[in-house]
């Protein structure tokens, strides 16, 4: 209650230790300093006289001397021939473990390798995957771009109406196609039952003629039909065969020497396709100007052979030159090791690119095996159908013109289809579009609900403040109570302090009876007698003390039991050491 | 036992009495733990009937201030009589006995005693503190024999050495801590009670 620093009123009074020697004991305070405690060291240690030092002890140095010299003998001794092998030995199975190591993780490496291509594919569904999710994140980018321009719902409705209006416009283009498409087909159609018609007309002319010639007509009939068809399988096959040759050129673009293999390849192409070329000159040239030409034709075919065959020993070259560099593969794979960290990723590139081209040169020779015969098959074939074509032309008989205008029916068809095709295409484009849209317009629906309730808790908000500031208008209110409180603790404080004034005087009337009582205790001879008695006790039992400690220190310090047992122990531990040393022969 | 002063800091007051066998070091200990290290004396002047000192005590982490009324108390047979006054009122006890000398230990019992006769609480709040460690070639009661007894009366041990300046505090930081939280748990209850009352 009286807020006082610790010093407080004990500290005024008189202290009665020194002088007198109260019986009642004696009271200090502090000085008010603040209660810093662990100050160590702060005071002087006082360590003279007590107990005894062992290191001041003289040492007796002379019984130990004898040990330097044997141990230098020992040194010598182990040095000999076996254990020079255990040393050897100890190394070649380090040697050996290290080596174990190395296998170890080469092995590990090339498990690594082998995983590559999975983990290749697995790059590329991710790579999907991410594209698709950029595609989700850039439409949520936008909505929240939007959402962050505080663009409106009406806005956002009148973006959708646009995108939507929009889509019917591509529907009704849709529409129009379609039924572009239809009107086509019935042109075709119209076509076909022509075509139907002018087969009626010729086979009725064909009627009309008599039997040889309709023999002969019907056998060149046939011969015609057998071209159509076989025509119709070398396009198939054409086809077929440029699907391959895109597949594989996509596979060359990977790799630079691949490229130059293909040039290399399309160059021999090439040159093929201008023998192929020259031969049907040859042939077209043989039926008409005769074997002179033909030789002439045959030696540049000679060349473009010569030629070609260089082509195939570049090839073999550019293999050597795989080979190689497969070597060289090998050879990185023997070095990695050291610089693994750093030569690992440029090892797996080259061991890729190996794999890669191994694929290509397994599979090389049987393709170009196959693309050869089937070149030749087609040489020979075409050769066969151009002396035929020949001879026919000798005879001098008119071309049929019926399938020219088959062909080219034909060929307007597969446009049209191919033009259908692309409009399906687009149409499905459009519709998923479409659901694009749709699923936007589902979550600006979303959205819109969100920001809905945000709006309420929003005007709740606005409620709550409004409510604090109505409490806060009632300013007037609030003075009258603080005011109140403020009068209310006047009061207090002025009673407590009565209360303080009240117990202050106690306490000085206290004092005062204190002082009284002991002026009267320090008059009274009893009390001094005491006091006295109280000083010759405490002088008593401080000797007492003191020479109970002395007696103490005394015995302990003439206690040397443990002290010669120790020295004993040391001593026979030395000579048994010195007993060893001497029942040890000298080495050399 | 609180104020709070202006500075809206809580000054809590506990009386603390130390007891044990003449001679084992109470005197020293409070004088050094009252001059933060620096008062110590080799030389033994018995205490008479007692000396009082007092030693704020920061309790860490709180505005806390405990006081602390240190009773060093004269043990010596004649003022057995008076002992039990000290006793009476005292919130916090302090056990000294000198590790060298098993009577002092052997004695802590009849100290015990006279506390729980004159409290009339089984459970003392209390420490327990072995002066004198530096003396280590004269040692007579080891250290777990000490926390042994210690625990059985649930007191904290310490060892300390007044003339080495060791460890001194830690048993009054001890007793500062106590008294602290002590007084959190009954402001507690009293709050409790309060609240169940209206
Ligand atoms: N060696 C040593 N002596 C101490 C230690 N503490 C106190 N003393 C000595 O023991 C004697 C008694 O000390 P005192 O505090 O008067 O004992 P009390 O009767 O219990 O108050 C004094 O001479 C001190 O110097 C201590 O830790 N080590
Ligand atoms: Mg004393």
Known sequence: MYGKAPSGSFANRPSSRAGLGSSWGNIRGTTGVPPQTGRLGARPTTKMGLGFQVMDRPMTQQGLGGIKGSNQVRGRMIQDRTFFMSELRHKVSLVTNEINKLNNEINVIEKENENYDAFEKKVDQSANELRELQGQLGDLNTLVDKLNVDTDLEDIERLYNQIKIKNQRENNILNDIFTQRQQKENLIRDMEKKIEEERKQAEEQLKKLDADKLNEYYSFKEQNAQYIAEIQQKDQMINELNEKEKTLRENLEKNQLKLKAYENFMKINELKEKKEALEEDISSIESKNGPEERERLLQKVKEDNVEISGMERKITDLEEQISKCKERLSQLDMDIDPHQGEKNSKYEELLKRDKDMQAFIDSFDSKKNELVEKTNQIQTQIAESLEKLSSLSKRDIPSYTGASGLKELKEDLQFKQKEMKNSENTADALIIERNQRLQDLEKVNQLESKLNFELTSLKNKIEKLNEDMEKIKNIDELKKSTEEQKKKNKADRQGLREFRDSLKQEVAGLSTIYDGKKAQLQENETFAQLGAFEQKLRYQESNNFHLKEYIQTKTLESNYQAISQEILQSLEECNGQILKLMSIPPSC | ?198
């Open chain 2, 1 to 198: 036992m609180a104020t709070k002063s202006l500075t809206n800091k809580l000054i809590l007051r506990a009386k603390c009495v130390l007891l044990g066998n003449p001679a084992v070091g109470k005197s020293a200990i409070t004088q050094l733990f009252h001059s933060d290290g620096s008062q110590f004396s080799k030389n033994y002047s018995m205490t008479i009937h007692s000396e009082v000192y007092i030693k704020p005590v920061n309790i860490p982490d709180t505005s806390v201030t405990i006081e602390l009324f240190i009773y060093d108390l004269g043990c010596h047979e004649i003022f057995q009589d008076y002992i039990p006054k000290y006793i009476e009122d005292a919130t916090l006890f302090a056990f000294v006995f000198d590790v060298t000398n098993n009577d002092s230990f052997k004695n802590l019992t009849k100290w015990i005693q006279m506390v729980r006769k004159v409290t009339g609480k089984k459970v003392i709040p209390g420490v327990l503190i072995g002066n004198k460690i530096d003396l280590s070639l004269r040692r007579s009661v080891s250290v777990q024999h000490a926390e042994e007894f210690a625990n059985s009366y649930g007191f904290e041990y310490f060892e300390t050495s007044a003339l080495s300046n060791t460890d001194i505090e830690d048993p009054f930081h001890f007793l500062a801590n106590m008294c602290h939280s002590n007084y959190e748990e009954q402001l507690k209850e009293f709050i409790k009670d309060s609240q169940t009352l209206i």
